[in-house]
Protein backbone atom coordinates (compact mmCIF):
# COMPACT_ATOMS: atom_id res chain seq x y z
CA UNK A 1 0.00 0.00 0.00
CA UNK A 2 2.06 2.59 -0.98
CA UNK A 3 -0.70 5.73 -2.53
CA UNK A 4 -2.99 7.84 -0.59
CA UNK A 5 -5.80 6.14 -2.98
CA UNK A 6 -5.42 3.24 -1.57
CA UNK A 7 -4.98 4.57 2.23
CA UNK A 8 -8.33 6.38 1.72
CA UNK A 9 -9.70 3.22 0.62
CA UNK A 10 -8.83 1.40 3.12
CA UNK A 11 -9.84 3.60 5.52
CA UNK A 12 -13.66 3.47 3.94
CA UNK A 13 -13.37 -0.23 4.45
CA UNK A 14 -12.61 -0.12 8.02
CA UNK A 15 -15.33 2.07 8.95
CA UNK A 16 -17.56 -0.22 6.80
CA UNK A 17 -16.57 -3.44 8.83
CA UNK A 18 -16.94 -1.76 11.96
CA UNK A 19 -20.73 -1.13 11.00
CA UNK A 20 -21.41 -4.28 9.75
CA UNK A 21 -20.35 -5.35 13.29
CA UNK A 22 -23.07 -3.31 14.79
CA UNK A 23 -26.29 -4.05 12.99
CA UNK A 24 -29.17 -4.02 15.67
CA UNK A 25 -31.08 -6.87 13.98
CA UNK A 26 -28.25 -9.24 14.97
CA UNK A 27 -27.71 -8.09 18.06
CA UNK A 28 -31.27 -8.96 19.01
CA UNK A 29 -31.45 -12.37 17.43
CA UNK A 30 -28.31 -12.73 19.26
CA UNK A 31 -29.72 -12.10 22.74
CA UNK A 32 -33.43 -13.55 22.34
CA UNK A 33 -34.58 -16.44 21.82
CA UNK A 34 -38.24 -18.29 22.03
CA UNK A 35 -39.06 -22.00 22.44
CA UNK A 36 -42.61 -22.52 23.19
CA UNK A 37 -43.08 -20.67 25.99
CA UNK A 38 -39.92 -20.41 27.13
CA UNK A 39 -38.17 -16.54 26.61
CA UNK A 40 -34.95 -16.46 26.68
CA UNK A 41 -32.84 -13.23 26.92
CA UNK A 42 -29.02 -12.73 27.39
CA UNK A 43 -28.88 -14.82 31.09
CA UNK A 44 -32.62 -14.50 31.91
CA UNK A 45 -35.12 -17.00 31.10
CA UNK A 46 -38.92 -16.16 31.29
CA UNK A 47 -42.19 -18.64 30.88
CA UNK A 48 -44.52 -16.18 29.48
CA UNK A 49 -46.93 -18.60 29.46
CA UNK A 50 -50.21 -17.05 27.71
CA UNK A 51 -49.65 -13.30 28.76
CA UNK A 52 -49.59 -10.47 26.29
CA UNK A 53 -46.15 -9.14 25.16
CA UNK A 54 -45.52 -5.32 23.79
CA UNK A 55 -42.47 -3.77 22.37
CA UNK A 56 -41.63 0.08 22.48
CA UNK A 57 -38.62 0.96 20.40
CA UNK A 58 -37.05 4.16 20.60
CA UNK A 59 -34.17 5.46 18.67
CA UNK A 60 -32.28 5.63 15.57
CA UNK A 61 -31.99 2.00 15.51
CA UNK A 62 -35.77 1.30 16.55
CA UNK A 63 -36.56 -0.07 13.33
CA UNK A 64 -33.92 -3.01 13.07
CA UNK A 65 -34.20 -3.54 16.88
CA UNK A 66 -38.52 -4.10 16.61
CA UNK A 67 -38.51 -5.89 13.35
CA UNK A 68 -36.30 -8.64 14.74
CA UNK A 69 -37.41 -8.97 17.74
CA UNK A 70 -41.16 -8.92 15.92
CA UNK A 71 -39.47 -11.82 13.18
CA UNK A 72 -38.39 -13.42 16.85
CA UNK A 73 -41.84 -13.93 19.09
CA UNK A 74 -44.11 -13.85 15.57
CA UNK A 75 -47.94 -14.13 16.95
CA UNK A 76 -46.30 -13.72 20.55
CA UNK A 77 -45.86 -10.29 20.17
CA UNK A 78 -49.48 -8.50 20.76
CA UNK A 79 -48.54 -5.36 19.67
CA UNK A 80 -45.68 -2.82 19.98
CA UNK A 81 -44.94 1.11 18.94
CA UNK A 82 -41.97 2.31 16.89
CA UNK A 83 -40.40 6.47 17.57
CA UNK A 84 -37.62 6.23 15.11
CA UNK A 85 -36.37 8.78 12.72
CA UNK A 86 -34.40 7.42 9.93
CA UNK A 87 -36.87 7.11 6.72
CA UNK A 88 -37.74 2.85 5.99
CA UNK A 89 -35.26 2.57 9.84
CA UNK A 90 -32.42 3.16 7.97
CA UNK A 91 -32.44 1.13 4.70
CA UNK A 92 -30.97 4.37 3.09
CA UNK A 93 -29.24 3.85 -0.47
CA UNK A 94 -25.71 2.58 -0.08
CA UNK A 95 -23.78 0.06 -2.64
CA UNK A 96 -21.37 -0.53 0.02
CA UNK A 97 -22.58 -1.01 3.57
CA UNK A 98 -25.29 -4.19 3.33
CA UNK A 99 -28.74 -2.94 5.39
CA UNK A 100 -31.60 -5.13 5.97
CA UNK A 101 -34.94 -4.25 5.16
CA UNK A 102 -37.06 -3.24 7.90
CA UNK A 103 -41.14 -4.72 7.98
CA UNK A 104 -43.75 -4.70 10.38
CA UNK A 105 -47.13 -6.12 11.37
CA UNK A 106 -47.30 -5.28 14.79
CA UNK A 107 -45.80 -2.05 15.64
CA UNK A 108 -47.52 1.38 14.93
CA UNK A 109 -44.72 3.52 13.77
CA UNK A 110 -43.95 7.37 14.28
CA UNK A 111 -41.24 9.41 13.31
CA UNK A 112 -39.80 11.55 15.64
CA UNK A 113 -37.77 14.38 15.26
CA UNK A 114 -33.98 14.83 15.64
CA UNK A 115 -32.14 16.19 17.27
CA UNK A 116 -35.26 18.32 18.55
CA UNK A 117 -38.85 16.72 19.05
CA UNK A 118 -41.70 17.06 16.70
CA UNK A 119 -45.33 16.44 16.72
CA UNK A 120 -44.81 13.24 16.18
CA UNK A 121 -42.63 12.66 19.14
CA UNK A 122 -45.48 13.64 21.09
CA UNK A 123 -47.84 11.28 19.60
CA UNK A 124 -45.64 8.28 20.24
CA UNK A 125 -45.68 9.08 24.13
CA UNK A 126 -49.36 9.49 24.00
CA UNK A 127 -49.27 6.60 22.91
CA UNK A 128 -47.05 4.63 24.70
CA UNK A 129 -49.21 6.22 27.07
CA UNK A 130 -52.03 4.14 26.08
CA UNK A 131 -49.79 0.60 25.55
CA UNK A 132 -48.37 0.86 28.96
CA UNK A 133 -51.32 1.46 30.61
CA UNK A 134 -53.10 -1.52 28.53
CA UNK A 135 -50.17 -3.35 29.46
CA UNK A 136 -50.47 -2.67 33.29
CA UNK A 137 -53.71 -4.01 33.37
CA UNK A 138 -53.10 -7.25 31.68
CA UNK A 139 -49.64 -7.61 33.95
CA UNK A 140 -47.69 -8.15 30.30
CA UNK A 141 -44.45 -8.43 29.48
CA UNK A 142 -43.26 -5.42 28.09
CA UNK A 143 -39.39 -4.88 25.87
CA UNK A 144 -38.08 -1.75 25.89
CA UNK A 145 -36.01 -1.41 22.91
CA UNK A 146 -33.27 1.77 23.38
CA UNK A 147 -30.94 3.15 20.88
CA UNK A 148 -29.18 6.96 20.14
CA UNK A 149 -30.71 9.58 19.47
CA UNK A 150 -34.28 8.45 21.08
CA UNK A 151 -34.39 11.36 23.20
CA UNK A 152 -35.95 13.73 20.87
CA UNK A 153 -38.00 11.18 18.74
CA UNK A 154 -40.44 10.51 22.16
CA UNK A 155 -40.76 13.32 24.70
CA UNK A 156 -43.90 14.75 26.71
CA UNK A 157 -43.41 17.81 28.69
CA UNK A 158 -43.62 17.11 32.66
CA UNK A 159 -46.66 20.03 33.24
CA UNK A 160 -48.54 21.69 30.61
CA UNK A 161 -47.24 25.17 30.91
CA UNK A 162 -44.07 23.73 28.44
CA UNK A 163 -44.64 23.97 24.62
CA UNK A 164 -43.50 22.06 21.74
CA UNK A 165 -41.37 24.85 20.74
CA UNK A 166 -40.09 25.85 24.08
CA UNK A 167 -39.06 21.84 24.02
CA UNK A 168 -37.18 22.67 20.78
CA UNK A 169 -35.85 25.51 22.17
CA UNK A 170 -34.28 24.07 24.80
CA UNK A 171 -32.74 21.27 23.25
CA UNK A 172 -31.34 22.96 20.62
CA UNK A 173 -29.28 25.15 23.40
CA UNK A 174 -28.51 22.21 25.26
CA UNK A 175 -26.92 20.08 22.49
CA UNK A 176 -24.88 23.53 21.48
CA UNK A 177 -23.99 24.13 24.59
CA UNK A 178 -20.73 21.39 24.96
CA UNK A 179 -22.25 20.00 27.88
CA UNK A 180 -21.61 16.34 27.98
CA UNK A 181 -24.25 13.90 27.59
CA UNK A 182 -24.66 12.60 31.08
CA UNK A 183 -25.19 16.65 31.60
CA UNK A 184 -27.36 17.51 29.18
CA UNK A 185 -29.52 14.54 30.31
CA UNK A 186 -29.58 15.66 33.84
CA UNK A 187 -31.85 18.79 32.34
CA UNK A 188 -33.78 17.10 30.33
CA UNK A 189 -35.19 14.43 32.80
CA UNK A 190 -36.03 17.50 34.93
CA UNK A 191 -38.69 18.69 32.12
CA UNK A 192 -39.80 15.73 30.38
CA UNK A 193 -42.36 13.10 31.39
CA UNK A 194 -40.77 9.97 29.52
CA UNK A 195 -37.28 10.26 30.44
CA UNK A 196 -35.23 9.26 33.94
CA UNK A 197 -37.78 5.44 33.87
CA UNK A 198 -40.71 7.99 34.03
CA UNK A 199 -42.09 5.98 30.55
CA UNK A 200 -41.75 2.56 32.19
CA UNK A 201 -42.69 3.77 35.65
CA UNK A 202 -46.50 3.99 33.95
CA UNK A 203 -46.59 0.10 33.86
CA UNK A 204 -45.77 -1.13 37.59
CA UNK A 205 -47.44 -4.21 37.22
CA UNK A 206 -45.68 -5.07 34.44
CA UNK A 207 -42.20 -7.59 33.76
CA UNK A 208 -40.11 -4.99 32.00
CA UNK A 209 -37.01 -6.06 29.67
CA UNK A 210 -34.34 -3.03 28.36
CA UNK A 211 -32.51 -4.21 25.00
CA UNK A 212 -30.16 -1.59 24.94
CA UNK A 213 -28.28 -0.30 21.53
CA UNK A 214 -25.66 2.22 23.18
CA UNK A 215 -24.55 5.63 22.04
CA UNK A 216 -23.05 6.66 25.12
CA UNK A 217 -19.76 5.72 27.54
CA UNK A 218 -19.41 2.60 28.81
CA UNK A 219 -21.66 1.83 32.21
CA UNK A 220 -23.71 4.93 31.39
CA UNK A 221 -26.29 2.79 29.72
CA UNK A 222 -28.66 4.46 31.77
CA UNK A 223 -28.52 7.88 29.42
CA UNK A 224 -29.21 6.38 26.30
CA UNK A 225 -32.26 8.14 24.60
CA UNK A 226 -32.50 9.85 28.56
CA UNK A 227 -33.67 6.55 29.85
CA UNK A 228 -37.11 6.22 29.14
CA UNK A 229 -37.31 2.93 31.36
CA UNK A 230 -34.36 3.15 33.53
CA UNK A 231 -33.95 5.87 36.53
CA UNK A 232 -30.93 8.20 36.23
CA UNK A 233 -27.48 6.81 37.43
CA UNK A 234 -27.11 8.07 41.07
CA UNK A 235 -23.98 9.76 40.29
CA UNK A 236 -25.96 12.30 37.57
CA UNK A 237 -25.46 15.60 37.46
CA UNK A 238 -27.73 18.28 39.43
CA UNK A 239 -29.72 19.84 36.52
CA UNK A 240 -29.56 23.42 38.17
CA UNK A 241 -25.46 22.85 38.26
CA UNK A 242 -25.22 22.36 34.86
CA UNK A 243 -27.39 25.35 33.72
CA UNK A 244 -25.40 27.51 35.70
CA UNK A 245 -22.18 26.05 34.56
CA UNK A 246 -22.94 26.30 31.30
CA UNK A 247 -24.72 29.59 31.20
CA UNK A 248 -27.57 28.11 30.12
CA UNK A 249 -30.18 30.00 31.94
CA UNK A 250 -30.67 32.83 29.52
CA UNK A 251 -30.86 30.45 26.57
CA UNK A 252 -33.35 27.91 28.33
CA UNK A 253 -37.48 29.16 27.97
CA UNK A 254 -38.78 30.28 31.22
CA UNK A 255 -41.16 27.63 31.49
CA UNK A 256 -38.25 25.04 31.08
CA UNK A 257 -36.07 26.84 33.99
CA UNK A 258 -39.13 27.00 36.40
CA UNK A 259 -39.40 23.11 35.77
CA UNK A 260 -35.90 22.59 36.44
CA UNK A 261 -35.91 24.50 39.77
CA UNK A 262 -38.79 22.66 40.88
CA UNK A 263 -38.22 19.42 39.56
CA UNK A 264 -39.53 16.49 42.36
CA UNK A 265 -37.12 13.99 43.94
CA UNK A 266 -37.11 10.28 42.27
CA UNK A 267 -39.33 8.12 44.21
CA UNK A 268 -37.57 4.81 44.92
CA UNK A 269 -39.58 1.84 42.70
CA UNK A 270 -42.01 -0.34 44.60
CA UNK A 271 -42.07 -2.69 42.09
CA UNK A 272 -41.85 -6.56 42.66
CA UNK A 273 -41.87 -7.34 39.33
CA UNK A 274 -38.73 -8.41 36.78
CA UNK A 275 -36.82 -5.74 36.00
CA UNK A 276 -33.56 -6.15 33.55
CA UNK A 277 -32.07 -4.39 31.16
CA UNK A 278 -29.05 -5.60 28.76
CA UNK A 279 -26.04 -3.22 26.53
CA UNK A 280 -26.22 -5.33 22.75
CA UNK A 281 -24.27 -3.18 21.23
CA UNK A 282 -21.93 -0.34 22.26
CA UNK A 283 -18.67 1.68 20.78
CA UNK A 284 -16.38 -1.33 21.62
CA UNK A 285 -17.93 -3.52 19.29
CA UNK A 286 -17.09 -0.73 16.87
CA UNK A 287 -13.54 -0.32 17.80
CA UNK A 288 -12.57 -4.50 17.92
CA UNK A 289 -14.35 -4.70 14.56
CA UNK A 290 -12.34 -1.66 13.23
CA UNK A 291 -9.16 -2.83 14.81
CA UNK A 292 -9.82 -6.34 12.91
CA UNK A 293 -9.79 -5.32 9.79
CA UNK A 294 -7.10 -2.65 10.00
CA UNK A 295 -5.22 -5.69 11.15
CA UNK A 296 -5.88 -8.17 8.03
CA UNK A 297 -5.33 -4.68 5.97
CA UNK A 298 -1.73 -5.35 7.56
CA UNK A 299 -1.81 -2.40 9.65
CA UNK A 300 -0.14 -2.37 12.71
CA UNK A 301 -3.22 -1.35 14.90
CA UNK A 302 -3.82 0.18 18.39
CA UNK A 303 -7.09 1.12 20.14
CA UNK A 304 -6.57 4.04 21.79
CA UNK A 305 -9.74 3.60 24.09
CA UNK A 306 -8.80 6.83 26.76
CA UNK A 307 -9.08 9.12 23.58
CA UNK A 308 -12.75 9.52 24.07
CA UNK A 309 -15.18 12.27 24.92
CA UNK A 310 -12.13 15.16 25.41
CA UNK A 311 -13.00 18.87 24.20
CA UNK A 312 -12.59 18.44 20.02
CA UNK A 313 -9.33 20.83 20.44
CA UNK A 314 -7.57 18.51 23.14
CA UNK A 315 -9.10 15.34 21.78
CA UNK A 316 -7.29 16.01 17.78
CA UNK A 317 -4.23 16.81 19.84
CA UNK A 318 -3.94 13.77 21.74
CA UNK A 319 -4.69 11.46 18.66
CA UNK A 320 -1.75 13.09 16.67
CA UNK A 321 0.70 12.55 19.71
CA UNK A 322 -0.59 9.37 20.57
CA UNK A 323 -0.06 8.32 16.73
CA UNK A 324 3.18 9.82 16.09
CA UNK A 325 3.93 7.35 19.44
CA UNK A 326 2.64 4.57 17.63
CA UNK A 327 4.72 5.19 14.94
CA UNK A 328 7.60 5.82 16.91
CA UNK A 329 7.19 1.96 18.99
CA UNK A 330 6.66 0.07 15.69
CA UNK A 331 10.10 1.18 14.35
CA UNK A 332 12.03 0.67 17.71
CA UNK A 333 10.37 -3.02 18.06
CA UNK A 334 9.67 -4.12 14.25
CA UNK A 335 6.79 -6.64 13.74
CA UNK A 336 7.95 -9.12 10.84
CA UNK A 337 4.10 -9.65 10.39
CA UNK A 338 3.31 -5.83 9.76
CA UNK A 339 3.66 -3.31 6.76
CA UNK A 340 5.36 -0.16 6.81
CA UNK A 341 1.67 1.43 7.67
CA UNK A 342 0.61 2.07 11.62
CA UNK A 343 -3.50 2.27 12.23
CA UNK A 344 -4.72 4.35 15.53
CA UNK A 345 -8.03 3.55 16.44
CA UNK A 346 -10.55 5.75 18.55
CA UNK A 347 -14.14 6.15 19.61
CA UNK A 348 -16.37 8.51 21.75
CA UNK A 349 -17.87 11.43 20.75
CA UNK A 350 -15.45 14.66 21.66
CA UNK A 351 -17.58 17.56 22.79
CA UNK A 352 -17.63 20.23 20.13
CA UNK A 353 -19.12 23.47 21.11
CA UNK A 354 -21.43 25.32 18.07
CA UNK A 355 -20.19 28.62 17.39
CA UNK A 356 -21.34 29.73 14.16
CA UNK A 357 -24.67 29.11 12.16
CA UNK A 358 -22.88 26.47 9.53
CA UNK A 359 -23.37 22.89 8.51
CA UNK A 360 -21.76 20.53 10.35
CA UNK A 361 -20.95 18.08 13.42
CA UNK A 362 -17.80 17.51 15.57
CA UNK A 363 -16.86 14.02 13.25
CA UNK A 364 -16.47 16.84 10.55
CA UNK A 365 -14.89 19.49 12.58
CA UNK A 366 -12.31 16.68 13.89
CA UNK A 367 -11.56 15.66 10.59
CA UNK A 368 -10.74 19.58 9.80
CA UNK A 369 -8.85 20.05 12.51
CA UNK A 370 -6.09 17.40 12.29
CA UNK A 371 -6.16 18.23 8.63
CA UNK A 372 -4.88 21.73 9.61
CA UNK A 373 -2.86 20.53 12.49
CA UNK A 374 -1.09 17.20 10.01
CA UNK A 375 -0.24 20.21 7.15
CA UNK A 376 2.05 21.80 9.67
CA UNK A 377 3.49 18.47 11.31
CA UNK A 378 3.47 15.92 9.40
CA UNK A 379 3.85 17.41 5.81
CA UNK A 380 6.76 15.43 5.23
CA UNK A 381 4.85 12.16 5.31
CA UNK A 382 3.43 11.30 2.01
CA UNK A 383 1.62 8.17 3.85
CA UNK A 384 -1.42 9.84 5.95
CA UNK A 385 -5.09 9.62 5.95
CA UNK A 386 -8.14 9.69 8.36
CA UNK A 387 -11.44 9.33 8.33
CA UNK A 388 -13.86 10.36 11.01
CA UNK A 389 -17.57 9.21 10.86
CA UNK A 390 -20.65 8.80 13.13
CA UNK A 391 -21.72 5.04 13.27
CA UNK A 392 -25.42 6.48 12.91
CA UNK A 393 -24.56 8.10 9.20
CA UNK A 394 -25.00 12.05 10.29
CA UNK A 395 -23.23 14.13 12.02
CA UNK A 396 -24.53 17.30 13.36
CA UNK A 397 -26.47 19.37 11.25
CA UNK A 398 -25.55 18.02 8.28
CA UNK A 399 -26.48 15.02 6.12
CA UNK A 400 -22.95 12.94 6.45
CA UNK A 401 -21.72 10.71 8.23
CA UNK A 402 -18.18 12.47 8.25
CA UNK A 403 -15.05 13.59 6.03
CA UNK A 404 -12.01 11.79 4.72
CA UNK A 405 -8.71 13.83 4.85
CA UNK A 406 -5.03 13.11 3.67
CA UNK A 407 -1.79 15.10 3.65
CA UNK A 408 -3.26 16.82 0.33
CA UNK A 409 -6.08 18.13 2.12
CA UNK A 410 -5.48 21.70 3.07
CA UNK A 411 -3.40 22.08 0.10
CA UNK A 412 -5.97 21.50 -2.36
CA UNK A 413 -8.49 23.60 -0.29
CA UNK A 414 -6.25 26.86 -0.49
CA UNK A 415 -5.59 26.11 -4.21
CA UNK A 416 -9.40 26.65 -4.82
CA UNK A 417 -9.62 30.02 -2.48
CA UNK A 418 -11.17 27.86 0.52
CA UNK A 419 -9.80 29.34 4.42
CA UNK A 420 -9.91 26.46 6.27
CA UNK A 421 -9.99 28.17 10.18
CA UNK A 422 -12.98 30.32 8.41
CA UNK A 423 -14.81 27.07 8.21
CA UNK A 424 -13.94 26.45 11.51
CA UNK A 425 -15.16 29.52 12.73
CA UNK A 426 -18.33 29.26 11.48
CA UNK A 427 -18.79 25.68 12.37
CA UNK A 428 -19.07 25.09 8.59
CA UNK A 429 -16.36 22.09 8.07
CA UNK A 430 -19.12 20.35 6.11
CA UNK A 431 -19.62 22.74 3.37
CA UNK A 432 -15.53 22.58 3.19
CA UNK A 433 -15.29 18.98 2.63
CA UNK A 434 -18.95 19.43 0.09
CA UNK A 435 -16.01 21.60 -2.30
CA UNK A 436 -13.35 18.83 -2.07
CA UNK A 437 -15.13 15.98 -2.49
CA UNK A 438 -14.20 14.19 0.55
CA UNK A 439 -17.73 13.61 2.79
CA UNK A 440 -17.92 10.34 4.06
CA UNK A 441 -21.37 9.95 3.01
CA UNK A 442 -23.26 6.39 4.25
CA UNK A 443 -27.03 7.53 4.69
CA UNK A 444 -28.88 6.86 7.90
CA UNK A 445 -26.82 3.19 8.81
CA UNK A 446 -30.07 1.71 11.18
CA UNK A 447 -27.49 2.06 14.37
CA UNK A 448 -25.72 4.04 16.89
CA UNK A 449 -22.69 3.43 18.54
CA UNK A 450 -21.05 6.83 18.65
CA UNK A 451 -17.98 7.95 16.74
CA UNK A 452 -15.32 6.21 15.29
CA UNK A 453 -11.56 8.12 14.34
CA UNK A 454 -9.87 6.15 11.86
CA UNK A 455 -5.83 7.44 11.42
CA UNK A 456 -3.12 5.90 8.64
CA UNK A 457 0.14 6.64 9.02
CA UNK A 458 3.81 5.46 7.39
CA UNK A 459 6.57 4.88 9.75
Known amino acids: MTNLTQLRLAAREIFEAALRAVDPSAAVRRAVCLERSRLSI ?4 IDIGNRPVYSIAIGKAAGKMASALEEILGDRLTA ?3 ASNAPRFGAANSDRIERTQVNTLRHTVFHGGHPEPNEQSLAAAQACFDLLDRANAEHALVFFLISGGG ?12 TLADLRTANKALVNSGASIGEINAVRRAFSSVKGGRLAARAPNCDQVTLIVSDVPVDEERNVASGPSLAPPAYAPDAREVIARYNLAYQLPATIVRAVESEPKPSAEASRALRRHFVLLDNRWALEAAAEAARQHGFVTEISSEISDQLITEGCSELLERLTQLQ ?3 VKVPNENAGELVCLISGG ?3 CPVRGDGIGGRNLETALRLALATNLSLSDNEHFGALCAGT ?3 DGNSPAAGAII ?3 TIVRAKAIGLDPEDFLERSDSYSFFVALGDVAATGPTGTNVRDLRILLAGL
Not at 151 to 162: F, K, L, R, T, Y
Open 42 to 45: CDTA
Open 80 to 82: GII
Open 151 to 162: SAMIEWPINEDI
Open 328 to 330: EQV
Open 349 to 351: EFA
Open 392 to 394: DGI
Open 406 to 408: DVT
